[in-house]
Every structure is written in structure tokens, then in C-alpha cells.
């Protein structure tokens, strides 16, 4: 029993020692704050004494106008001080929690900066977004709240007992404290049922946020699908989950204060029969008794706050866990021991024995072996689930090759610093993230200090220029969340503008195109085809009419290349290339039919 307690009080302690490093930083301003409420308390114990004292005098009929007016006076001056004091320990103390938020919030931003892909696979944003907003604000309330609360709480209640057994009596005080045990034994046990339950109310929070995330993001296809209903189902079903386990958090919540009065109330009960029979055995004053009773009633504080106490501090011990567990993952991919600052250009070297992804027994690719001279053109073709995606990823070491090697120039890309790397590539991905800003500022994200004429030079090469004027607000549209205001051609043509902008050594085209027709398609090819002269392209499409002027082509079947050559050399293979490409011209030839016929 007595190995438990020790636990729990370890514990509770634990969240602050976490978070000494942060204490130890504003040493400062929590030392003035500590100092003032110490100071507040010792104002708070002289009204009770005041209070007796005035008491006595009236039992004695010895009160004059005199001496009542002294004690006014006195209990003013006590007020317009506490009240100073107490602002400036509010500001002093709550000021430096707010720090702490500020402090955690740019570090979990910075760290979600710097992880890899497979940090987001094993985390969902619903579980990132309660991290950054939930338990950020649980941590400030421990260390704001918290320190006011333990401290508070510490001193008073000390100053207060102090002051009751030295200045009244210590018999009195003893039996009126016999009561105190049974209240830190069941504020220690509701504590450890709170901690659990909070975890488990977090957790559904976190679950809930990923729900609406995805249902706000895939409205469209509920809509298209008509699964409206079904979704509200779903949600009103992790909504309730939500209520159901933030009051399961609330029984326990509601515990404390009842289990605290009634401790008091015991108390009272304590001090008014012993404290009667001390009055008329003549050990105590009336007056005393008076102060006694008020300093009791001030007890109540210290006693309800180590309730909340144990309510804040085990919130904050459970979200400071999470944030530390997660800050502390690590980067999966870092600069090597032998990085060196440089410019990253050259040929681009690939021989891959195999890759499998992590936690993945399948390996992806197996034996890629190429080479792509500085400034041709790469075509990446090959059905769905061929490895075309995984095979850019490495290039841009986004993982690392165990079984292979990967060069750019005469080095390896782990010899190059990543952020020479990052900038070596402009990638155009699958998924075309918009910003909820300006057309102009989602295309100047790669490259901030560019003026207005180089990104309009930008959305020229795109082919999306023409379609930018016509808007009436032109460059300074705002295209909403995700880019929801522009079709799914237009977006595509913006992130091309957007990984043109800063003229990369490689441009990565990854299936960019798909949702563009045949002739802007054209057009934008034949504009990077005049315009990157030296520079590497790499285009990934399952439209081939957008790598036929590639000098490689690369089938990928099942992580194998199973084709390569220019689009003359393919054709003449009569392989999987030069079917697919047939095809695709046979439906572009019956879809054009199709038009005249409808016009």
C-alpha cells in the first residue's frame, strides 16, 4: 500500500520534473511569482486575526471608534495590496505558460516539418491535430494553473496551520487535521482513475478529429455516392463516443469537490464541539475561536485546490506524455556523416538490387538499373501498382536504399545535404495540394523572394496564364481550401508553375498531366522542351502521349523494368508499350469522332 502511494506521488510529481527544463528557463518570472504568492498568502491570514481581535474587544466592551478605525485602516491597505500582488503573479506566472504553448507548438510544427513520409503513414492528422491543440493546452494549464494551484495551495494551507497552532491553539488544530489523510488518500485515488480516463477520452477526441478531416475532404465522393446519411451516422456515432467518454472524465471530475467538502465539513463539525469546550474550560477566547473558525474556512481552498490539483497535473502528465513520445521519434532520414554543401547535378545513376517499404515483406522494385544523362528526358510508364511512384520517392531519398545505390553526379544522394537535395528537385506530385491563398502565392511556395513577372513567366510555361486573367481577380484569386475552387486541370497546370518556378536541376512530372486534355498537354511539353535546355525532366504518365519525346522510357511491370528504349525503339518491340500506345491513339481518334458528331 504504502509502495503504491510512493508510485502515484512519483507520479504526480513526474510532469513537473518534465517540465523543469522549462521552469529553469523562466526562472524569473515563476521566482517573483512564487515570492508574490507567498506574500498573498501571508496578507490573507491577517483579516481573521483582525476579526478576533475586534471580537474580544467586544466581549470586553472595550472597542473604541479609535481602534475600530485602526483595524479599517489596516484591512484597506491588506486589501489594495493583495489585489496589486495578485495581478502581478497572474501575469508573471500565466505569461510564462503561454511561452510554453508558443515553445511546444513550434516545436511539434518544426518536428512534423522534418519527418519522412512514413512518419505521417503511422500517424493519423486527427491524432496530430489534438497533440498540437488539446494536449498543448493541457501541458499550459499544468504549467500555469498548475504552479499557482500547487504553490497556492503549499503555502496557504502551511501559513494557515502555522498560524492556527502557534497563535490559537495546537490541540484545536490537531484534532481539526485528523480528517486530512482520508482526503489525500481519495484525491490520489480519483487522480489515477482521471489519468486513465482522460487517455481514453483524448483518444476518441483524436479519432473524431481524423473523422470530420476526412469527411470534410472527401465530401464530393459522399455526395456523388449519395453516402451523405451514412457519413452523419458515422460521425453522430464517434461524436457520442467523444460525449460518452468526456463524461465517464466527468464522474470522476465530480467526485472531488463533494469528497472535499465533506472532509471540511467534518472539520467544522470537529472544531466548533472541541473548540466550544476549550472556550468554557477557559483555553480559548471567543474572539479566538472566531479567528480559529475563519481560518479553517480558508483551509477549504488548499484542500479543494489539491483536488483540482490532481485533476490538472494528471491531464497535463498525459498530454506532456504524448508530446514527448512524439517529439522524440526520430528523423528517418538525416544528412549523412559524409554530406557535403554543394550543387547537386550531374547524370542520375540508378541500380536498385531491391527495395521493400518498411514493415512490408513484398519487395517494390527489383533490379532497376539505369542511367539518365544531365538535361534528357525520362519517361516512367507501366500499369498501376508497377513501382513508378516508389521509384521517384528514392530518387529523392525519401527513403533509403539498403540494396542499391542512387547517384547524381559522382555522388551518392546520402552525400548531399538534404536541403541541397530538396533543392535540386522540383516535384510535381500525384496530389495537388493547393493553399487557401492566392493563385500568386501557391505558385511563389517554391520560391518566395521570385517577383510577379517570374511567376507569371512560371504559369506561362504551365499553360495555365491565359486561365489565370480571365478570373476576375486574376493572380490574386483565392482558390480555397485545397485548390476546391479551381477543376482538377487547372490545379495540375498551378503545381507545375509552382516546381517551375525555381528552374530545378530535375523536374519530376509525376502523372501531372492526367487531367489536362491532349493538346495543353502538348503545348506545356513543348514549352519545357524549349525552355530547360541542360536541365533533367522526369516525367511518370499512363497517358504515353506525354513521354514519347522522352530519350528513356522505362516499362515497369511489377517493380521490373520489362521495356526500355526511346518511343521508336518501343514501338518496333511490340510489347506492352506499343499495344498500350495503339490503344490509347484508337480511343483519342473515337473520342475526337465523337465531338464532330456532337457539334
Known amino acids: 500500500m504504502v509502495g503504491c502511494e510512493l508510485k502515484k506521488g512519483e507520479e504526480f510529481v513526474s510532469v513537473f520534473k518534465d517540465l523543469w527544463w522549462f521552469f529553469s528557463q523562466e526562472k524569473k518570472a515563476y521566482g517573483i511569482g512564487i515570492v508574490i504568492l507567498a506574500f498573498v498568502s501571508l496578507f490573507t491570514l491577517v483579516p481573521p486575526l483582525i476579526v478576533g481581535v475586534i471580537v474580544d474587544h467586544i466581549v470586553l466592551e472595550t472597542l473604541t471608534g479609535s481602534i475600530l478605525l485602526m483595524w479599517i485602516v489596516v484591512l484597506l491597505v491588506v486589501g489594495l495590496l493583495t489585489y496589486v500582488l495578485r495581478y502581478v503573479w497572474r501575469i508573471m506566472i500565466f505569461g510564462a505558460s503561454i ?5 511546444l507548438r513550434n516545436r511539434l510544427y518544426v518536428h512534423f516539418t522534418k519527418m519522412s513520409q512514413r512518419f505521417y503513414q503511422r500517424h493519423r492528422t486527427g491524432d496530430l491535430m489534438a497533440h498540437a491543440t488539446n494536449d498543448i493546452r493541457a501541458v499550459q494549464m499544468t504549467a500555469g494553473q498548475g504552479v499557482l494551484t500547487l504553490v497556492d495551495s503549499l503555502t496557504m494551507g502551511s501559513f494557515v496551520i502555522i498560524t492556527m497552532a502557534t497563535t490559537i491553539s495546537w490541540k484545536l488544530t490537531l484534532i481539526c487535521l485528523i480528517p486530512m489523510p482520508f482526503m489525500a488518500y481519495l484525491t490520489s485515488y480519483y487522480g489515477t482513475l482521471l489519468h486513465k480516463r482522460f487517455h481514453h477520452a483524448q483518444s476518441a477526441f483524436s479519432q473524431l478529429n481524423d473523422n470530420v478531416q476526412e469527411s470534410i475532404t472527401g465530401v464530393r465522393v459522399a455526395k456523388t455516392f449519395g453516402q451523405e446519411q451514412d457519413e452523419i451516422k458515422r460521425f453522430k456515432a464517434k461524436s457520442q463516443e467523444v460525449v460518452d467518454k468526456n463524461v465517464a472524465v466527468a464522474k470522476i471530475d465530480a467526485l472531488f469537490d463533494p469528497t472535499i467538502s465533506l472532509i471540511v465539513g467534518v472539520s467544522y463539525f470537529l ?7 476549550f472556550v468554557i474550560g477557559g483555553e480559548l477566547t471567543i474572539g479566538q475561536l472566531t479567528s480559529f473558525t475563519i481560518y479553517l474556512g480558508l483551509l477549504i481552498w488548499p484542500m479543494l485546490a489539491f483536488g483540482w490539483l490532481f485533476n490538472i497535473v494528471e491531464r497535463g502528465r498525459a498530454s506532456n506524455d504524448r508530446i514527448s513520445a512524439l517529439l522524440s521519434e526520430k528523423q528517418d532520414i538525416t ?14 545513376t540508378v541500380e536498385i538490387d531491391h527495395f521493400t517499404y518498411p514493415g512490408s515483406e513484398k519487395a517494390t522494385l527489383t533490379d532497376i538499373a539505369f542511367k539518365l544523362e544531365q538535361g534528357k528526358t525520362l519517361g516512367i510508364v507501366g500499369k498501376t501498382g508497377s513501382g513508378k511512384s516508389t521509384l521517384i520517392r528514392i530518387l529523392q531519398r525519401e527513403y533509403d536504399l539498403s540494396n542499391g545505390v542512387i547517384k547524381i553526379g559522382a555522388k551518392q544522394v546520402h552525400e548531399y545535404r538534404l536541403d541541397d537535395l530538396k533543392k535540386t528537385f522540383g516535384h510535381v506530385p500525384q496530389d495537388h495540394f493547393l493553399f487557401s491563398a492566392t493563385i500568386a502565392d501557391n505558385v511563389a511556395f517554391a520560391k518566395p523572394e521570385a517577383s510577379m ?3 507569371i513567366d512560371s504559369c506561362k510555361l504551365a499553360s495555365i496564364h491565359d486561365d489565370i486573367i480571365g478570373f476576375p481577380e486574376g493572380y490574386a484569386t483565392i482558390v480555397g481550401e485545397r485548390g476546391v475552387t479551381l477543376s482538377g486541370g487547372q490545379k495540375q497546370r498551378i503545381s507545375i508553375a509552382r516546381a517551375l518556378l525555381p528552374n530545378p536541376n530535375i523536374l519530376i512530372l509525376d502523372d501531372s498531366l492526367s487531367a489536362v486534355d491532349a493538346k495543353t498537354e502538348e503545348t506545356i511539353l513543348d514549352a519545357l522542351r524549349q525552355n530547360r535546355s541542360g536541365k533533367t525532366t522526369i516525367i511518370t504518365a499512363h497517358r504515353l502521349s506525354a513521354i514519347k519525346h522522352a530519350d528513356l ?4 511491370d511489377q517493380g521490373k523494368i520489362v521495356e526500355r528504349g526511346t518511343h521508336s525503339d518501343l514501338m518496333e518491340n511490340e510489347g506492352w508499350y506499343q499495344r498500350m500506345y495503339e490503344h490509347q491513339q484508337l480511343e483519342e481518334l473515337v473520342e475526337q469522332g465523337g465531338r464532330r458528331n456532337a457539334t
Open 553 to 556: 522510357i522505362l516499362v515497369l
Open 335 to 348: 544528412d549523412h556523416e559524409v554530406a557535403t554543401n554543394e550543387n547537386v547535378t550531374g547524370d542520375v
Open 99 to 103: 511561452r510554453l504553448a508558443r515553445l
Open 453 to 455: 513577372n517570374e511567376v
Open 271 to 277: 472544531a466548533i464541539v472541541f473548540g466550544a469546550r
